[in-house]
């Protein structure tokens, strides 16, 4: 089964004011989870895969995993590269099938960020794949990248009016206050500077470090403009505690169909919650 671009996900998204959610997906149970999930509600999504991700579990792996659950499930779903920065790697990536991909090049100057990115752009556009990329950064740790408070560099509109044009990626990752990984307290979005480049940039909008922020102010940035929202932490967190507590009460434990099991289970009940928080209440 040829993997589909994120493309006509993402405009549809965009034009009925909901988000498509992109979960990190990290082996076979977590792959199936969300995509079991998601093709009980109806919900078209998208499987993310950092660089570790990748490295760990395989590309061919992925990429086949995902095709089989595309044959399975008749819903709108897309493999994705997640937060990926080697070039060369990620033109491996579209050339074994990827056809969504994240270019990473934010920690880079404005001018060479543009460059890296424009050459991803080239390569996967001859090929039928949809770029993102990210203009700004946000704080927390993403793989093995950490990113401080003083490296934080919120999305300017007026720059991501020239980015969006000089690269021409298919949607834009933006940087308005969210981080990867949990919060320190209630984070504090600055929705003002999201609607203002929503108001300026036409193609898809994308928000990292969804995890951890409260529903309403995750709707909110959906209404605002948002069309992609990226989850990972939430997703890892009730699927190791489930495990963890399955061990407590079973130590003797060893066969891993059992103790995966609760895991499942408790993410399951994430996507599905976070499915709907995607939907927005200005869903059609």
């Known amino acids: 089964m040829k993997l589909h671009n994120t493309k006509e996900m993402l405009l549809d998204a965009q034009k009925r004011h909901y988000a498509v959610p992109a979960f990190n997906i990290h082996n076979l149970e977590t792959l199936s989870t969300v995509v079991e999930t998601a093709a009980e509600m109806r919900s078209p999504v998208i499987i993310a895969a950092t660089p570790s991700t ?17 044959e399975k499930y008749d819903i709108p779903m897309s493999f994705h590269l997640d937060h990926h920065e080697d ?3 990620i033109e491996d990536t579209i050339a074994a099938g990827c056809r969504s991909v994240m270019i990473d090049a934010s920690k880079l100057p404005y001018t060479d960020n543009v460059k890296k990115v424009q050459k991803v752009v080239a390569f996967a556009h001859t090929c039928h794949a949809t770029v993102e990329a990210e203009l700004g950064r946000l704080v927390g740790q993403e793989d093995n990248v950490v990113t401080t408070d003083a490296e934080k560099a919120y999305t300017n ?23 990867h990984g949990l919060y320190k307290g209630t984070p504090k979005l600055d929705f003002d500077r999201l609607k203002e480049i929503r108001a300026r940039v036409d193609i898809p909008l994308v928000l990292h470090g969804a995890s951890d922020v409260p529903d309403e102010m995750v709707q909110h940035a959906i209404d605002l403009g948002i069309t992609k929202v990226n989850i990972a932490t939430d ?3 009730p699927f190791a505690n489930a495990v963890k507590s399955f061990f407590k009460e079973h130590p003797e434990a060893n066969d ?11 993410m399951a009940a994430v996507v599905r919650h976070k499915i709907e928080v995607c939907k927005s209440a200005n869903c059609a």
Request: charged fraction near 25%.
């Open 87 to 89: 070039v060369s790697d």
């Open 157 to 179: 509109p007026e720059d991501a009016v020239c980015y969006a044009a000089e690269t021409g990626i298919d949607s834009l990752a933006v940087a308005i206050g969210t981080a």
């Open 54 to 70: 990748v490295k760990y579990a395989g590309k061919d792996y992925l990429i086949a995993l995902v095709g089989a659950a595309m």
């Open 235 to 237: 997703l890892k967190i």
């Open 256 to 266: 891993p169909r059992k103790y995966m099991t609760p895991g499942k289970e408790a």
